[in-house]
C-alpha cells in the first residue's frame, strides 16, 4: 500500500501525520509528492491519498486514525 502526502499541505497541516507513519509499517510505502492536484483541499485540512482515493480529516492525529484504519 502507498501513503501519499502533498508536500504543500504538509508543510500546512499534516507534517505530523507524515512523520506518524513514515516507516512505522512494513508494507506501506509513506510518499512525499510534489502536488497531488487538490489545491482547494490542501488550502483547507490535512489530507493524503490512499489508492487514488483522497481521505481526509480535521486533524492531523485523526487522519493519521483514519488512515492506520486502511492499513489494518
Not at 504538509?10 to 509513506?30: C, H, I, M, Q, T
Not at 510518499?31 to 480535521?58: N, Y
Request: aromatic share 6%; glycine share 2%; hydrophobic share 30%.
Amino acid at each position: 500500500m502507498k501513503i501519499e502526502f502533498c508536500e504543500k499541505n504538509l508543510d500546512r497541516f499534516s507534517k505530523s501525520a507524515y512523520k506518524a507513519l513514515k516507516g512505522e509499517y512494513e508494507d506501506v510505502k509513506v510518499k512525499k509528492d510534489s502536488c497531488l492536484k487538490e489545491c482547494r483541499l490542501c488550502r483547507t485540512e490535512p489530507f493524503a491519498r490512499v489508492k487514488g482515493e483522497i481521505i481526509r480529516a480535521e486533524t492531523p492525529k485523526k487522519l493519521v486514525k483514519k488512515l492506520e484504519k486502511r492499513i489494518k
